[in-house]
């Protein structure tokens, strides 16, 4: 595990713990809701600073694949493998996660797992794809059954 991922793990355990505090103090659907609140605004933040960082405004797919796997690594320590690239796609096996690995941590089942990667680090790399270029969203093809064992994800522009 890089030193990325193991700190980039151990902070979200901790936010693990905050996350089903919120859960059960706020019910599942108001703690979710505002987790894609924290999730949309945090993005836009993001992409500010990308866009700033890189001197880029106009972000084509050619551009997101330069850009959105190495941020997703320097930030959290995930790796995206591209596997397939079509002039409107991009595939990736995408390797080791903080959040699963830290869920399970958290003693979390698998089910609860993806729905806390559905309401948090989808929902945030949707968000952020979307504030680069709102032509692209992000696909979930398979998720993982194991910490081993990579999700299946693509980028997708739309006409």
Same mark, same amino acid.
């Given at each position: *595990? /890089? ?39 945090? &993005?836009?933040?993001?992409?500010? *600073? ?15 694949? &330069?850009?959105?796997?190495?941020? *997703? &690594?320097?930030? @959290? ?10 002039? @409107? ?15 399970? *941590? ?7 797992? +993806? ?6 680090? @989808? ?11 709102? /032509? ?8 993982? +059954? ?14």
């Amino acid at each position: *595990m /890089n030193d990325v991922l193991k700190g980039a793990t151990t902070t979200m355990v901790f936010v693990g713990v905050y996350d089903q505090l919120l859960h059960r103090e706020l019910g599942t659907e108001r703690a979710t809701a505002l987790q894609k609140e924290i999730m949309l605004s945090l &993005a836009k933040h993001q992409e500010d *600073m990308i866009k700033a960082q890189m001197g880029i405004e106009d972000f084509d797919l050619e551009t997101i694949d &330069a850009v959105f796997p190495q941020f *997703m &690594a320097d930030t @959290t320590g995930v790796v995206f493998e591209l596997t397939e690239k079509t002039p @409107t796609k991009l595939s990736y096996n995408v390797g080791r996660c903080v959040l699963y690995e830290s869920s399970l *941590m958290l003693g979390m089942e698998p089910e609860a797992i +993806q729905a806390r990667c559905s309401a948090t680090a @989808t929902e945030f790399a949707n968000a952020l794809l979307k504030e680069l270029n709102p /032509n692209v969203s992000l696909e979930v093809h398979r998720f993982r +059954q194991s910490a081993a064992e990579p999700c299946v994800e693509s980028i997708v522009l739309s006409a």
